[in-house]
C-alpha cells in the first residue's frame, strides 16, 4: 500500500477542491453532476479541516516556487488580472506572456488567488501594445497536458489577462 505524507494529502485536497469549484461554476446547478461535485468539495473541505486542525488560511502574500516575485515586477509592475487558477498554471501563463510581449511577468498569491502583474521594459522609442493571440485548446493542451479542467483554466486565465491588456489597465468585467 502507497503511504502520503500529510503534506501530500492537504495539497491534494487543495487541487481537488480547485477544480471542484471551477466546475461548479460551469455546470448547470440543477444536473445531478453538479450536485455531486458539490458533495465532493464539501468532502474534500472537512478532509482539509481535519488535516489541518481547521486552523488553515489563505496566504496573505505566497510567490512562486523561486520564492521570490520578481522584485521590479512586483513593486512597479501592472495588474495583468487577478485569477482562481493553480500555481502551474500562473506560471505557464507568466512565460507566455513575457515571451509574447517582451515585458517582465510574475505572480504572487494574495487571498489565495494568483495575481499576475506586469512591467514593461523602458521603450526607447514609442511602441505598439503587443497583445498575445486568444488562447486556443490547442494552446492550453500544450501548455497544460490532456486535463480538461487544467486546460479551461489555462484558456480562461490566458484571455482575461489578454483582456485586460486590450483594456490598457482599466477595470476588465
Not at 460551469?26 to 486552523?55: C, F, H, Q, S, Y
Request: aromatic share 6%; glycine share 6%; charged share 25%.
Amino acid at each position: 500500500m502507497t503511504k502520503f505524507t500529510k503534506e501530500q494529502l492537504i495539497e491534494q485536497a487543495k487541487t481537488r477542491m480547485e477544480a471542484n469549484r471551477y466546475l461548479l461554476t460551469r455546470l448547470p446547478p440543477e444536473l445531478a453532476t453538479a450536485k455531486e461535485v458539490a458533495m465532493n468539495l464539501a468532502v474534500d473541505e472537512i478532509a482539509l479541516a481535519a488535516l489541518t486542525g481547521g486552523m488553515e488560511q489563505e496566504p496573505v502574500a505566497w510567490v512562486s516556487d523561486k520564492d521570490k516575485c520578481d522584485h521590479d515586477v512586483f513593486e512597479r509592475g501592472i495588474t495583468a488580472c487577478v485569477l482562481a487558477i493553480s500555481k502551474h498554471e500562473a506560471e505557464t501563463i507568466c512565460r507566455g506572456f513575457s515571451a509574447a510581449t517582451g515585458c517582465k511577468v510574475d505572480w504572487h498569491f494574495v487571498g489565495g488567488r494568483v495575481h499576475i502583474k506586469a512591467l514593461r521594459a523602458a521603450p526607447q522609442l514609442p511602441q505598439p501594445a503587443v497583445v498575445p493571440p486568444e488562447a486556443t485548446a490547442h494552446d492550453a493542451r500544450m501548455a497544460v497536458g490532456f486535463n480538461r479542467y487544467m486546460q479551461a483554466g489555462y484558456i480562461d486565465g490566458w484571455n482575461a489577462c489578454r483582456a485586460a491588456m486590450l483594456k490598457g489597465g482599466r477595470d476588465v468585467e
